[in-house]
Structures are given as structure tokens and as C-alpha cells.
T-cell receptor, first 113, second 112 residues
Framework: GENVEQHPSTLSVQEGDSAVIKCTYSDSASNYFPWYKQELGKRPQLIIDIRSNVGEKKDQRIAVTLNKTAKHFSLHITETQPEDSAVYFC????????????FGRGTSLIVHP | NAGVTQTPKFRVLKTGQSMTLLCAQDMNHEYMYWYRQDPGMGLRLIHYSVGEGTTAKGEVPDGYNVSRLKKQNFLLGLESAAPSQTSVYFCASQRGSKNIQYFGAGTRLSVL
């Protein structure tokens, strides 16, 4: 089955800095890679996703890049703000059909004012 | 449109007691999931369902049972609760052809 490794487990940055979270996956058939943000005491919510037919996707201050050859994808947050502090989860799955997404263990991002 | 609703939000059980967690979604999604979340362990899949009347085991199914008698509901049962089942439980639903998971607000369960 699929195995997703996520690093780092904790990331501490100063407000305004950039943050990068990396995930690697094992199943070359995976073709859908979502990222979820979970604020303290809240539910995980999708913030951005990417499919394997593109290499990069941006949405304001967040972006995701995908390297299919190396089987890794990354979340980039620029100009971090205190409200970006949360746990971020990556996941990998196959789009369509019967499949189960596999989650990484999460990264706790702390943005210091 | 409420999305995914979990009940109860909090519960304290004694070892050996039983309980059922209810997940309801109003988005007509085919797929539903139960996860548990423990510190440092991320989201671990307990059981899932790809449609009404079907269920399957996930990564950590022992000590739990599930049922999906109606498309909109997915029940998670603990027959004999153990302290190791103290956790936060999340339900999620997903449209079959799309891949975004929508999560419920979670149930915080303590087993003493």
C-alpha cells in the first residue's frame, strides 16, 4: 500500500518568513495530493490540492509543488502570519475509483509574531 | 447545509462500557471514513465505507465496529471501551469522483 512520509514534524518561523513542508510517497500510481490545515481544536480542512498532471499550483500565499519522478510534493507558505499557525497534513491517493487516501503524520507550524 | 455532523462532541466512559458515535452527512457523498487522532500520530484510519451497506477495515480497526445502513449515516461502535481508545475521533465524507474530504468537528472520548 501507499506510504506517506512528512517532514518536519515541527516547524518554527518568524512572522514574514517562508515555510516549507515536504512529503514523499511510495505508490507511483498516486495522482492526487491534497493538503489539509487543522487549527487547534478544529477539524482538518482542505487548503490546496494538486493533481499529477501539473507541477505547481498557487493560491495567494500558498503553493504546492509536485515532482512525480522523485515522488515528493511540498507545501510552500510565503509571508507567514500568526494565523498560519496550525498542523498541516499532506495526503496521497488515486483520483477516481475505489481508493483510500493515505495521510502523513502532520507538521506543527508555529509562526512567532 | 450542515456538511458533516458528529455526535456527541465529548464523552467520558468507564473501561468496559460501550457507546456509538454517529456521523451524518447531507452532501450525498458515497465515501465515509472514521479516523482517530492521537498526539504525534496524525490521522489513522479505523474503518471506511464506499457506499451504503458496505464497510471495510482501515489501519487500526481492532476494538471498533461500524455500520452504514443509510447512505448519509456512518456509525462507529465501541463494544468494550479500553483506556487505549482515549482519543479524538473524526468522521469524514467524500464524493466518489472527487477527492476532497470533508471532516466533522470531532468527538473527544476519554476512557477511564
Amino acid at each position: 500500500g501507499e506510504n506517506v512520509e512528512q517532514h518536519p514534524s515541527t516547524l518554527s518561523v518568524q512572522e514574514g518568513d517562508s515555510a516549507v513542508i515536504k512529503c514523499t510517497y511510495s505508490d507511483s500510481a498516486s495522482n492526487y495530493f491534497p493538503w489539509y490545515k487543522q487549527e487547534l481544536g478544529k477539524r482538518p480542512q482542505l487548503i490546496i490540492d494538486i493533481r499529477s498532471n501539473v507541477g505547481e499550483k498557487k493560491d495567494q500565499r500558498i503553493a504546492v509543488t509536485l515532482n512525480k519522478t522523485a515522488k515528493h510534493f511540498s507545501l510552500h507558505i510565503t509571508e507567514t502570519q500568526p494565523e498560519d499557525s496550525a498542523v498541516y497534513f499532506c495526503a496521497a491517493s488515486r483520483a477516481g475509483g475505489s481508493y483510500i487516501p493515505t495521510f502523513g503524520r502532520g507538521t506543527s507550524l508555529i509562526v512567532h509574531p | 447545509n450542515a456538511g458533516v455532523t458528529q455526535t456527541p462532541k465529548f464523552r467520558v466512559l468507564k473501561t468496559g462500557q460501550s457507546m456509538t458515535l454517529l456521523c451524518a452527512q447531507d452532501m450525498n457523498h458515497e465515501y465515509m471514513y472514521w479516523y482517530r487522532q492521537d498526539p504525534g500520530m496524525g490521522l489513522r484510519l479505523i474503518h471506511y465505507s464506499v457506499g451504503e451497506g458496505t464497510t471495510a477495515k482501515g489501519e487500526v480497526p481492532d476494538g471498533y465496529n461500524v455500520s452504514r445502513l443509510k447512505k448519509q449515516n456512518f456509525l462507529l461502535g465501541l463494544e468494550s471501551a479500553a483506556p487505549s481508545q482515549t482519543s479524538v475521533y473524526f468522521c469524514a465524507s467524500q464524493r466518489g469522483s472527487k477527492n476532497i474530504q470533508y471532516f466533522g468537528a470531532g468527538t473527544r472520548l476519554s476512557v477511564l
